[in-house]
C-alpha cells in the first residue's frame, strides 16, 4: 500500500514563502509522475504542479513563475517551492502520485492547509 505523508504547511503573510514536502512509503521511481494539488472551500481540486519520471515539469495557469516542483528520488520526496505567496494560493494541498500498470492507480495524501493572510 503506498502512503503518501505531506508536511510544510502552515499560515503565512501575502508575499512569504513556503516549502512543501511529500514523502512515499517506497521508491518513487514506480511512479509515472507526482504531483501537487489543491482544492480551497467551495471549489474543485485543480492541478498546482506535477513533475514525470524524467524530470518534465508542468504547472498551473495561476502559480507559473511563483512554484517550483522538484523531486528527490534518493529520498522519495517531492517537494513544492511557494514564493510569492497570495491569499488566493489559500488552500489544502494535496500530493499525488500516478502509477501505471496494467491499469491507472492514482494515489492521494492526507493533505496539508496553507493559509496565506495577514
Known amino acids: 500500500q503506498v502512503q503518501l505523508v505531506e508536511s510544510g504547511g502552515g499560515l503565512v503573510q501575502p508575499g512569504g514563502s513556503l516549502r512543501l514536502s511529500c514523502v512515499a512509503s517506497g521508491n518513487i521511481f514506480r511512479f509515472n509522475a507526482m504531483g501537487w494539488f489543491r482544492q480551497a472551500p467551495g471549489r474543485q481540486r485543480e492541478l498546482v504542479a506535477g513533475i514525470t519520471r524524467g524530470g518534465r515539469v508542468n504547472y498551473g495557469d495561476s502559480v507559473k513563475g511563483r512554484f517550483t516542483i522538484s523531486r528527490d528520488n534518493a529520498k522519495n520526496a517531492v517537494y513544492l517551492q511557494m514564493n510569492g505567496l497570495k491569499p488566493e494560493d489559500t488552500a489544502v494541498y494535496y500530493c499525488?502520485?500516478?502509477?501505471?500498470?496494467?491499469?491507472?492507480?492514482?494515489?492521494w495524501g492526507q493533505g496539508t492547509q496553507v493559509t496565506v493572510s495577514s
Open positions: 499525488n502520485a500516478l502509477e501505471e500498470t496494467s491499469a491507472l492507480h492514482t494515489f
